[in-house]
């Protein structure tokens, strides 16, 4: 129950499907194709390759079809390597101090687009290169910004737009879309640049050239089109719809463009995936489905629009539908992790200070003794981030609580992104404070509604949801126990630790270090951990290079000195974020007989 299966970078061509998925029992991620009209999937990465990459340290757009050639990173050396399918792999790249994303394919000069991450000791350089497939020649066509992600050619090869940005920015808060035209031998000429305080992302050209990106400028990530003329991008389906995400990774694609004209897209709406449809006469479709509640990976092909989609209550799956019959079909569904009975996520919103949060409510599946015929106690999740988002899918760490009795509230506090740029912007400066804040709230808001017990709630998070879980135990009486998860108790220790991507994020997320360091002190766990009263239990990998394991030594010892129960597993193969699935389940089970010790004391006082 501690894992599952994962499917992404979803791909069409006249060959048929094709996909990456990962194998949470061996870590790997392998790629899979199901021709058109097949019934069943099968790998093709070679034994020993596992497809994944690591600029940014976080990966993504990890693989392109290159013609009749599969190119990818590979994530044991973060070299690309071609393979023709079924057959053995050939290595392009022997830069063994670079790593490679963002592949795309350049059929005009027989060469792949990417992006460089070089490590040369401390120091990190991101580029743009070109990569010829033949010999694996790389030169380099823009350089000179901090960060490079999501290159997209036109058609014929002639225009490159991709998307950058520069320290102290963070992609989801404002970045740039450069474009040009190319010169014969596929360097740049003349560049432009966006102007303007906006987050883009995807951008991608359509048969006739024309350039669409994702942008923010409407207040919401809407689907724009670039027109040349007016030398401005013009919304093509203006909604109160976020079609994005944070830019973590490079991808997911949230549209695409039929070679008719039509734009298929996705996006998070009030709590809920939407599919949408613009036809290349101006008609549009909602083409939501009741079964799914999110939906990425769209890519067009023919008459129809596949995509991965989620559900509640099923594993993820890849389908189609046809846009002139409006009829779906599934392709591909992963196995279904879970048996038993099953919550299914509520959206709801609730007041706090002078605005709104957002979250997902699932009500226990099972009844059992530690209701009571009570309420159930409830157990809040604090993802993390902090800039990313919770989903109403299928997610087997909270069926597991679920089916044991707890209800679950699964929040997007304040700076998660779907709904909107202003929600999304507003913890700037307020991380451990608006967090913390919603998260009382909820657990308020479900007390009031008679939905859990007022009294028994917990709290949880890994990574920054582990800050957020630390600091609410730490500045409010509310919760009757928590759990963090290689959380961080220092932010100023992070600074120090942390790699390029995140290394000005803490600025934005809380301030300066130097000239708001009291601010730093308020709000550090570790410093306060007197102020802690209820139990709260630690997971911790000791190969964590980012909350090192010393950072939640500290935490336990001071917590220990104070007299608090207090609990820390430590795993030996791990670094940041559980990999192995019986670790994760060990992390599950001991996690319930902690919070079972709090409750049964709770019942005999």
Request: aromatic letters at 10%; proline letters at 6%; glycine letters at 8%.
């Amino acid at each position: 129950m501690a894992a599952g299966a994962e499917l992404d970078q979803l791909r069409v061509d006249a060959r048929g499907l094709w996909w990456r998925e990962s194998d949470p029992h061996s870590g790997r991620h392998r790629l899979r194709h199901l021709p058109h009209g097949a019934t069943r999937a099968h790998d093709i990465t070679p034994a020993g390759h596992s497809v994944r990459s690591r600029v940014h340290e976080y990966g993504g757009g990890d693989w392109c079809l290159a013609g009749d050639l599969l190119c990818y990173t590979r994530e044991q050396d973060q070299q690309i390597y071609l393979q023709q399918p079924g057959a053995e792999a050939r290595q392009l790249t022997a830069l063994p101090d670079c790593r490679f994303n963002g592949l795309c394919y350049d059929p005009a000069h027989k060469a792949v687009v990417a992006v460089c991450e070089r490590h040369q000791g401390d120091t990190v350089h991101n580029s743009l290169v070109m990569i010829k497939l033949a010999c694996g020649r790389i030169s380099t066509l823009h350089s000179g910004h901090d960060f490079y992600t999501m290159p997209a050619l036109s058609a014929d090869g002639s225009a490159l737009a991709v998307i950058v940005w520069d320290h102290p920015q963070q992609p989801w808060r404002c970045n740039r879309l450069l474009y040009c035209r190319r010169n014969s031998d596929g360097s740049p000429g003349s560049l432009t640049y966006s102007q303007g305080e906006e987050s883009f992302l995807q951008p991608r050209f359509s048969a006739d050239g024309q350039l669409h990106a994702v942008t923010d400028r409407s207040g919401w990530w809407n689907l724009h089109r670039y027109d040349r003329q007016q030398n401005d991008w013009l919304n093509t389906a203006p909604l109160s719809c976020d079609c994005g995400f944070a830019q973590w990774q490079c991808g997911p694609s949230v549209w695409d463009r039929q070679d008719t004209g039509g734009l298929a897209f996705c996006g998070m709406q009030d709590g809920e995936g939407k599919l949408f449809h613009l036809g290349p006469d101006g008609s549009f479709a909602d083409l939501s489905l009741s079964e799914f509640c999110l939906y990425r990976e769209i890519c067009c092909h023919a008459d129809r629009v596949y995509l991965i989609a989620y559900a509640r209550d099923q594993a993820a799956a890849v389908i189609s539908i046809d846009l002139h019959k409006r009829r779906q079909q599934l392709h591909y569904r992963l196995p279904n992790p879970l048996s038993g009975p099953l919550s299914r996520a509520r959206a709801f919103s609730f007041p706090v200070e002078d605005t709104r949060s957002h979250g997902f409510f699932y009500p226990p599946a099972t009844a059992t003794t530690i209701q009571a015929h009570k309420p159930p106690p409830l157990l809040i999740f604090t993802h993390g981030g902090p800039s990313a988002a919770c989903y109403p899918v299928l997610n087997p760490k909270i069926q597991f609580w679920t089916q044991r009795g707890f209800a679950v509230a699964d929040i997007n506090y304040r700076g998660s992104t779907g709904y909107g740029r202003d929600y999304r912007l507003s913890l700037a400066g307020q991380w451990g404070q608006s967090d913390v804040a919603d998260c009382v709230a909820a657990a308020d808001y479900l007390a009031r509604a008679g939905l859990s017990d007022a009294r028994r709630v917990f709290i949880r998070g890994s990574s920054a949801g582990g800050f957020t879980t630390l600091c609410a135990l730490a500045f409010t009486s509310r919760f009757a126990g928590g759990a963090s998860l290689y959380g961080v108790s220092d932010p100023l220790a992070l600074i120090k630790a942390t790699h390029k991507f995140e290394s000005h994020y803490l600025q934005w997320l809380i301030g300066d270090p130097q000239t708001d360091l009291e601010r730093y002190r308020e709000r550090t766990p570790l410093l306060h951990a007197g102020r802690i009263r209820t139990p709260v239990i630690f997971f911790q990998g000791r190969r964590d290079p980012v909350v090192v394991p010393q950072q939640t030594a500290d935490m336990v010892a001071a917590l220990q000195a104070a007299q608090v129960p207090v609990k820390c597993l430590y795993f030996d193969e791990e670094a940041h974020g559980f990999r192995q699935p019986a670790n994760n389940a060990r992390v599950l089970e001991e996690e319930l007989a902690f919070y079972q010790g709090i409750l049964s004391r709770s019942a005999a006082e």
